[in-house]
């Protein structure tokens, strides 16, 4: 990802990592399955559930999106991927114009119109070259290490403020959840994130409230389609804010982190793009939302047990089924599930994301230059960050050639 230069530094192998220290990112083996299907994986799979759940309530419950054509789309765009990459390879709500669409209380046709306008700029950019390089690879190749952990903290730290918030609104089973997570963290057979959906279901059951969730009607998504004034509304709106987090977050922080994980099974950044084009082009006409990829996702995936591309397809199969089946019952479900237990998960994966930071070089030059960039995308957004670190990053590193050549 970062090139030769002197001054930009080197991520040294998984075996070499291994070696030096215990990190966050275990060793890959020689041999890796394209597809497992077992506990782990599904547990797996529902990693990212705490990020996932609280946009999904408020798309479907404030925005009205429907119920079978979120989650179908979801579905089958998680199945495709799994089926392609062979890897878990995340998929979320884009962020920037779900907290929109939610906030502003957006009309469906606002979104679709969006999604589609941010799919059309993917694949435009996707094939933008300066030079004959493709400009995204370019951007990826000037982009600091330590500008990368800075993202990756920023999102910890971000989520953790989230986590702890819904954390006081279900204390009691957000301190169990906690628990189990500890104690589960590394069970083959009763993987965490498993044993927490279960429990919640549980949960619902318990305080009465299940048989009025779970109501069987067969329903196929709608048909819909995304107009130049949603588009162009949508796009002012939240989708120009939206392409540089993307960017960051969805495309070189992913392409990084899949490297790190899966060095054998690495994607380019180009070609992550032009997934996130091609999704968001097609699902607007069938009740999609708009989707990316996202670093946290992928983190919390691999962390609760993900290994290969058998995660994307049982949780694309589990949407699928879902949406075609009890589209009707989604939004109690979601509504009833207890948020103490979705705070835990969040928090779990905080953690995660935060340990990130031991990876970086030892120096203070660009330990400094991480934290400006997590707090300058706390503080304001992570496209900010990312950009004024790379700024501080650059002039820092001329300066002190400067220095050394006057020396």
């Keep these: 990802m970062i090139d030769d230069e002197e001054n930009l530094q080197q991520k040294p192998s998984i075996e070499a990592k291994a070696e030096a220290e215990p990190s966050t990112i275990a060793p890959v083996k ?18 990212d559930f705490g990020t996932l759940v609280p946009l999904a309530i408020g798309y479907i419950v404030i925005v009205g999106l429907n119920p079978a054509g979120f989650l179908v789309m979801l579905g089958l765009t998680n199945i495709f991927l799994g089926l392609v990459y062979k890897i878990p390879m995340p998929l979320q709500p884009k962020k920037v114009v779900a907290t929109a669409a939610i ?5 469906p046709s606002l979104v679709y119109g969006t999604g589609f306008s941010l799919g059309l700029a993917w694949l435009g950019l996707s094939f933008t070259k300066i030079k004959g390089e493709p400009l995204i690879e370019k951007m990826s190749k000037y982009t600091p290490q330590c500008v990368i952990r800075g993202i990756l903290l920023a999102l910890g730290i971000s989520l953790a403020i989230i986590g702890f ?7 009691l089973f957000g301190l169990i959840a906690i628990i189990l997570i500890v104690v589960l963290r590394n069970n083959k057979n009763a993987p965490a994130a498993l044993v927490l959906v279960l429990l919640g279901i549980v949960i619902i059951a318990f305080q009465g409230q299940l048989l009025g969730v779970f109501i069987f009607n067969f329903t196929l998504p709608p048909l819909t389609a995304p107009t130049l004034q949603s588009m162009y509304q949508g796009m002012l ?15 070189i922080v992913v392409a990084a982190l899949i490297k790190d994980y899966f060095p054998e099974r690495a ?4 070609r992550i793009m032009q997934n996130m084009g091609v999704m968001n082009v097609v699902a607007p006409f069938f ?11 992928l983190v919390a995936q691999y962390s609760f047990g993900a290994r290969t591309g058998g995660a994307n397809i049982m949780e694309g199969s589990i949407e699928l089924i879902l949406g075609l089946l009890f589209a009707g019952s989604i939004v109690a479900l979601f509504s009833a599930f207890p948020i103490g237990i979705v705070a835990a998960m969040l928090l779990f994966v905080s953690v995660q994301l935060v340990s990130f930071v031991k990876d970086i070089k030892r120096d203070l030059r660009e330990i400094g230059i991480m934290l400006v960039t997590a707090i300058l995308s706390i503080l304001t957004n992570m496209a ?6 790379i700024i501080v990053f650059y002039v820092l590193k001329k300066i002190k050639s400067e220095n050394d050549f006057q020396v």
């Design 165 to 171: 918030e819904m954390l006081l609104s279900g204390l």
């Design 287 to 297: 009740g999609g939302f708009p989707m990316c990829h996202g670093g946290g996702g």
């Design 384 to 389: 900010v960050g990312f950009a004024l670190g």
């Design 267 to 270: 994607v380019s950044e180009k």
């Design 30 to 47: 020689d041999s890796h399955r394209d597809f497992e299907f077992n506990l782990r994986e599904l547990a797996g799979s529902m990693g």
């Design 237 to 251: 709106l939240a989708g120009i804010a939206q392409i540089p987090l993307s960017i960051t977050n969805a495309v």
């Design 103 to 107: 906030a502003q209380k957006w009309s």
